[in-house]
């Protein structure tokens, strides 16, 4: 799925310009409407104002073919009329044809609490969250574009997990947010809307969910050649010699690419590891790193959106 | 599977505590209105209930209401967002969205309009069988009409205020006779129930008149609405 926005307004979203390849993005912002719009037009709810969305060349507002790719999860969500939350559930499935049970997906998204309830007695987060239990059990989705999703009842770690399933497939998943901590648990390529204006610079997209918070000590026959190799490497890896004979901490983007470098260094300069350990820092010292990286990564946004502005 | 769809999709949102209630109003205020004029005077008692109680004021408000509840107080697109999200096509789910509200409509029409002539003209008027039989079609025929319009135009605004903006237009608009009343369609059924006509079209003009106005009114909204 390739989405394209060419200059895409529908109200407070002044414009969107960007052109997103699948992978992983997320789009943070102070201007909640312009998020939620930016979600709308995206996901076909509206067609933009003036300017163009295409996925795929098709404009998804138009083609019901192409809403048929896209799972989305609204800033104000709305289910199928029905007795029960299952019975809504089931009939949203029938209606996407797909094979999945309604029970199943609640169970999977740990929301059987909601099974039997009233539709009409969810309130907004619940209804929310239902849609995004919804959402993420689209299997055939080539575009998840996803409003808040962290804000639901369903747990971070599995609306993180399904993401990543759904990336690793060649999905293009974007998540919009108006917290600079969610953002970087959501990770993947920033964008920024400031003034109402949603603009990418090529190559200026580092990765958020990527803190330098995630420490892993390593007992090793070798600390010190380890430590070597690993400061060579192109994730930005940083070392630091234990007190102990042998132990080495590496800081690394995340625990999977850091443990996965530390392997394969040790494999290639044929060092024995004796033992591999996630190190979990002070809440206060990861708090700090997250928050920071995530500022700065908005504040060299706004820096690239003004600049792109004037 | 579209159409059907859509038709599920207004059932269920008919399904609610109000629908009976309000329809339940609307009829007893039919029904009062009847026996006043009754009480007025028995000659034209029925041709003032029915093109002023039941088809003039009732029946237009049912039909907004049903088509509010059908809609959940939102404009069309936004009511059909459920399953529209999923890849099904805006126009043959507006056909199928438009069905259950419209039968409660005609059959509010057309239950309304039986007793407002047994009420108005009783058992003993040799001209109630005919009378009858006439009213009851035009209750159909208006309650369809109604329904089909209100829904076009809930394609208008971001809460559907096209709805509003219909009724509103239709209660001073089609009052008149002129080219101004044309568009609404309380001018066209005042003219079938033997009221003035509209711009003098025949009884067969002014049904030709709101059945098409009403369904031009449905296919500019379905085509606003895109696909």
């Known amino acids: 799925m390739r989405a394209q926005l060419r200059a895409a307004a529908l109200g407070q979203l002044r414009s969107a310009d960007v052109d997103l390849m699948p992978g992983r993005y997320v789009v943070l912002a102070s201007e909640g409407e312009a998020l939620r719009n930016l979600v709308a037009v995206l996901a076909g709810r509206e067609p933009p104002r003036s300017g163009h969305v295409l996925l795929d060349g098709t404009a998804p507002a138009r083609h019901p073919e192409t809403r048929k790719k896209v799972a989305a999860l609204f800033a104000d969500e709305v289910l199928l009329p029905a007795k029960t939350v299952l019975g809504s559930v089931s009939r949203a499935l029938a209606a996407r044809g797909a094979a999945n049970t309604a029970s199943q997906l609640l169970a999977n998204a740990e929301l059987s609490q909601l099974t039997d309830i009233a539709v009409t007695a969810l309130g907004p987060r619940e209804t929310r969250s239902v849609a995004l239990a919804l959402a993420l059990a689209h299997d055939t989705a080539t575009l998840f574009a996803l409003h808040e999703p962290l804000t639901t009842l369903i747990p971070a770690a599995f609306v993180l997990g399904r993401l990543d399933e759904h990336t690793t497939r060649g999905a293009l998943a974007l998540t919009a947010t108006t917290s600079p901590a969610d953002a970087s648990l959501l990770g993947g390529q920033w964008l920024c809307v400031e003034f109402g204006r949603l603009r990418v610079m090529p190559g200026t997209t580092p990765r958020l969910g990527a803190g330098p918070w995630q420490q892993v000590l390593v007992e090793t026959n070798d600390a010190r050649a380890l430590s070597q190799a690993l400061q060579a490497s192109a994730h930005g890896l940083t070392t630091e010699l234990g007190a102990a004979k042998g132990s080495l901490k590496v800081l690394g983007p995340a625990l999977d690419i850091t443990v996965h470098e530390v392997i394969t260094l040790a494999r290639q300069h044929q060092i024995e590891l004796h033992r591999i350990e996630a190190s979990v820092p002070p809440v206060e010292a990861l708090m700090a790193a997250r928050a920071g990286f995530a500022r700065a990564a908005y504040e060299a946004a706004r820096v690239v959106t003004q600049g792109g502005v004037r | ?227």
């Not at chain 2, 096509?89 to 056909?95: A, F, S």
């Open chain 2, 1 to 227: 599977m579209n159409v059907k769809a859509g038709i599920d999709l207004a059932r269920e949102r008919l399904r609610q505590r109000t629908i009976p209630i309000g329809l339940g109003l609307a009829f007893t205020f039919a029904l009062g209105v009847a026996l006043l004029e009754r009480a007025q005077g028995a000659e034209g008692a029925s041709d003032r209930a029915l093109s002023g109680g039941a088809f003039g004021i009732a029946l237009p408000l049912v039909a907004y209401f049903l088509v509010g509840r059908a809609c959940a107080g939102s404009s069309l697109r936004e009511a059909l967002l459920p399953l529209t999200r999923h890849g099904l096509d805006r126009r043959p789910l507006t056909l199928g969205f438009a069905l259950p509200p419209a039968l409660l409509a005609m059959g509010f029409g057309g239950v309304t309009s039986l007793l407002v002539v047994l009420i108005t003209r009783g058992f003993s008027d040799p001209r109630l069988l005919a009378d009858a039989t006439t009213s009851l079609w035009i209750g159909l025929v208006s309650g369809l009409a109604y329904v089909v319009a209100f829904t076009g135009a809930s394609a208008v605004g971001r809460r559907g205020q096209g709805r509003a903006w219909l009724l509103a237009a239709d209660f001073p608009l089609g009052a008149g006779s002129s080219f101004l009343a044309f568009p609404w369609p309380k001018g066209h059924v005042r003219s079938l129930l033997g009221g003035s006509s509209v711009m003098e079209l025949s009884q067969l003009g002014a049904l030709m008149a709101l059945v098409g106005t009403s369904f031009a009114f449905l296919a500019w909204g379905t085509l606003r609405n895109q696909r």
